[in-house]
Nanobody, 128 residues
Framework: QVQLVESGGGLVQAGGSLRLSCAAS????????MAWFRQAPGKEREFVAA????????YYADSVKGRFTISRDNAKNTVYLQMNSLKPEDTAVYYC?????????????????????WGQGTQVTVSS
């Protein structure tokens, strides 16, 4: 049973930074793609960033490119999202997601329906 547990959300002023963590358990994740999505009130869940666990290749939404960094720690089975230069429009619940992918599967998978496993979410609020 795959479990994803997010942490690290909170309230921060515009221009500040936060680091989200996603602790993954229940599988060996070397053949998984991991991603962060976010959902603001009244909006669709949207893709933020993804990483192929095996290679460490990373992918970003245009809205966060250059500000956010996704990474993974093999020893801790944890995926991180470092968020810098935060803006009020980054305010949302952030979700960690995972799906098994074949080595030939092109990434990123940007649709939320393409991921099988989800965490419970962590709130990020950026004040202006």
């Amino acid at each position: 049973q795959v479990q994803l547990v997010e942490s690290g959300g909170g309230l921060v002023q515009a221009g500040g930074s936060l680091r989200l963590s996603c602790a993954a358990s229940g599988r060996t994740f070397s053949r998984y793609a991991m991603a962060w999505f976010r959902q603001a009130p009244g909006k669709e869940r949207e893709f933020v960033a993804a990483i192929r666990w095996s290679s460490g290749s990373t992918y970003y939404a245009d809205s966060v490119k250059g500000r956010f960094t996704i990474s993974r720690d093999n020893a801790k089975n944890t995926v991180y999202l470092q968020m810098n230069s935060l803006k009020p429009e980054d305010t949302a619940v952030y979700y960690c997601a995972a799906v098994w992918v074949d080595v030939g599967t092109p990434l990123p998978l940007r649709g939320s329906n393409e991921y099988r496993y989800w965490g419970q979410g962590t709130q990020v609020t950026v004040s202006s």
